[in-house]
């Protein structure tokens, strides 16, 4: 399954991810590929409660 994901950097530093499907997932984190990891993460845990 394909989502589209905003991905922009935060003004306080690091970076800022969110699904707009999916509202509520929203992550931050020190670099891109922290922020990647963790909204993987938070869809796979996001698909299996709905």
Do not use: H, W
């Not at 969110?18 to 796979?44: D, H, M, W």
């Amino acid at each position: 399954m394909l989502f589209n994901v905003v991905l922009e950097k935060a003004e306080e530093g690091g970076y800022v991810i969110y699904l707009p499907t999916l509202p509520g997932c929203i992550f931050q984190g020190e670099s891109r590929e922290e922020v990647l990891e963790n909204i993987k993460e938070a869809v796979e845990v996001y698909i299996d409660i709905f």
